[in-house]
């Protein structure tokens, strides 16, 4: 990728952008051609001038063939670095003695990776905006460590060789260069005996954007690593460095931070060893390592027999202040809690809290950021009246307002503001506790886990309202303006920035916050995927964060994480909803979000569920949409239940089992022809008509009753056609056709009121819901948003009655309530009254 962006900048064109990065990877010979024909325009092609334009258009057809050639030379170098994690997998076998490597000149190649990195940077920076798009490939044959370094041994330089994995032992190496940073880290690692090797850590960090004394602080020259069961790899970039058309390099290749300890100078395993040189790092390193304070605790608590003197580092309260705010700032609130703990544990700080406001309040931001609210609360009442300031104020509000909305849930107001954020804010996150419902965890039979209900519930109750772990938005500053595109050998999946990215900011949330762990990584990971052993472990409600001298140690304790295992449990349960704002993104493929919700995602599926999720920002509500009894297992949908029998089963698919619900044993009862023929209709008949019914709306002053009355009739003959692809018995519960009546519905007002109510009210059936005279008696369980439009084109066609039209608009908001909540305020943000006149008294 940087070689193609490269190039083309080389010839004044622009880097690919959304759609066209993904087509990079399609093999398809027409889409290369049409690739290279939109990749050949240059950048002046938006300029106003007449004269301009035309000569850009000009430029691009001469520089079609060149930009051709680029993606010619691009699929060469991507076909090489796949052929070659493929080679090397079957070398695997044969591994080869490592040849020593000047440092020298490894330090040379660093030095040289750094500046490409720099120039890219520069590159592709204008002004205060940054567009620097990169790719990496990936591999199903990675590597994690399960064992303990007191169950491993040591291997010197010597006794190394490559392709391999060295299980059973470990390396210690030095830091001996600064950092590079592409998806992967890099750097030089210097043996003890002299020897030096280039070393690669995957999922390093989530801010892409990290460079220069900020990434090299993460890992100072000097700072002492020790990596578990080490991968020698021949190609030790190939899965999360660039792809490039140099000859691979041997190093150490890590595929997952858990198998990274960083070793201070007085760890036995280290005070051992005999440097040939004098490299002390400037300070301590930034990335995984504990605090001071923690660090001393925790090497007392592991020798519970040793004499109880603890050496106590020299630090200043100031200085544990520094560190708790640095690890905030870096989204390592478990650190910042056990070094915390510590200080209270050694007497730097009272426990009580009365060593003043100050205190108290990092105190309770570092309970904030662990989502322990109930216990911020506790801390900020301790402070003395007299000292509590404006910062106190803002704290105890978070508090409050966290905590209440734990309690009873998001009150309407709370949800119109969150569904406003989500409209403004590119990155909309919220600071609330999770609200549970009457659920708990069952086993399911033949479908693993579930929630079922606990009490009987009545439709519209909120059942869920949880929060995401690791999400990550496009948009996110660390990230923003640097697309990515994975890409693995061995499966085919394609993974864009925030899938990436959401799996390095798990990774980490569960090596920081090892209390994590059962809920993240006791999720699975796709039905070809042998369970974690968290899976079996019983799957928690709630996960709090440990206190005293548990929490302290958990430092030690971080779990084995397989970034595998990690990115699996991604693909086959976290959220994707559509990008942030929406409206500013459009169809972006790059622009997606990835929302890991850890309780939702245990909720099985249904095409027909019986319960409505909705997103807000990093948060996902679950209302009941039926009355439904104790015992229900409650189901959501993983794919739209309208979509076409055949699209939702091949969607599916990857999850490892066929939908047995309500709607699939009806279309399946309606033959495969029916099918066939339904979805060719769906197809190609539908979308000319809603061309043409768009074009009449959006001119309505100007169209005549009779263009309205040619369109209806069209629709009315299409939905005919679908009808008859039911089976006679089927019932109203036709969601494919909903669309159809609601537009046919809006062009038979113009001309037949009677007969527009009637389009609405089958149209809004279609969707499982019930009508009475003049209102609903029944929530729809699919096409939640068709029956809410057929409902206020039933509000539309009564206009001229006043009573008649305030009954269905008052059924839309309740049906809206019911499936999002939020009230009258909420429904009109979503439904514009300029669009729909009949809502102007709710305004």
Known sequence: MEELVRSLRNLGLAAPRGEQIVSLVDADPRTEKQLAQELAVPARVDAQDDEDSAAAMVDAALLSGATEAMLANYNRVLQQNVEALRQERAACDTPKQVKRVPLKALLAQQNAAIRRRDAEREAGTQGDRMYIPRQILDTEHTYYSTR???????????????????????????????????????????????????????????????????????????????????????????????????????????????????????????TGLSWPTTRTPAAPAHWRQEGPLARAVQHQLAQPDAPPALVVPDVSREAVRATIRRFLAHDRPGAAWREWLAAERIGVWSPSGATGADDALMHADVLLALRSYADADAVLETVPLEERDAAWTQRKADATAALDFGQHGPTGATLERMFAATLADATPRFPYAEFHGPIEVADIPGAGRGLVLTRDVEPGELLLCCRALGSSYSADAACDGVPLLRVNIDNGVTSTTTQVLAATRCIHAVLDRPEWATAFLGLTAGPDVPYSSFVREPYPLRTRPLAGDAAIASGTQAPDVSAAYVNGVLRFNAFGPAATPAAASGNDPMSRSTMPHLLPAILNHACLPNVSSVFFGDMVTTRALHPLPRGTQIMHQYVQGELPYDTRQSLLAKHGFRCTCELCMLDERDGHEALHKRQELLATTLP????????????????????????????????????????????????????????????????????????????????????????????????????????????????????????????????????????????????????????????
């Open 148 to 270: 303990p370094v007191t169950a491993l041994t040591r291997i010197e330089f010597d006794e190394l060789v490559a392709p391999k994995r060295f299980d059973g032992r470990y390396v210690i190496v030095r830091v001996a260069s600064p950092l590079s940073l592409y998806v992967s880290c890099s750097f030089v690692g210097e043996f003890a005996c002299g020897a030096a090797l280039p070393i690669s850590i995957a999922y390093f960090t989530p801010d892409l954007k990290l460079h220069g004394d900020e990434l090299n602080a993460m890992l100072p020259e000097g700072t002492v690593l020790l990596i578990r069961e080490p991968y020698l790899s021949t190609h030790y970039l190939g899965v999360g460095g660039p792809i490039t058309s140099s000859k691979g390099i041997t190093g150490i290749r890590v595929d997952t931070p858990s198998d990274v300890l960083v070793l201070d100078a007085d760890d036995p395993l280290v």
């Open 688 to 843: 000319p008509l809603v061309d043409r019914s768009r074009a009449l709306l959006n001119n309505a002053a100007l169209a005549s009753a009779d263009a309205h009355r040619e369109v209806a009739e069209a629709l009315e003959a299409l939905a005919a056609a679908l009808h008859a692809t039911y089976d006679s018995a089927r019932g109203a519960l036709r969601p494919d056709v909903v669309d159809v009546l609601h537009r046919a519905a809006q062009h038979a007002a113009a001309y037949d009121v009677a007969h527009a109510m009637s389009l609405a009210r089958a149209g809004a059936e279609a969707t499982g819901a019930q009508l009475s005279a003049h209102g609903i008696a029944r929530l729809p369980s699919v096409h939640l948003d068709g029956a809410i439009q057929c409902l206020l084109t039933l509000a539309r066609v009564h206009a001229d009655d006043a009573e008649e039209c305030r009954a269905w608009v008052d059924a839309a908001v309740a049906t809206h309530d019911a499936m999002i909540g939020g009230g009258a305020p909420l429904f009109v943000q979503r439904y514009d009254p300029g669009e729909y006149e009949v809502l102007q008294a709710l305004v």
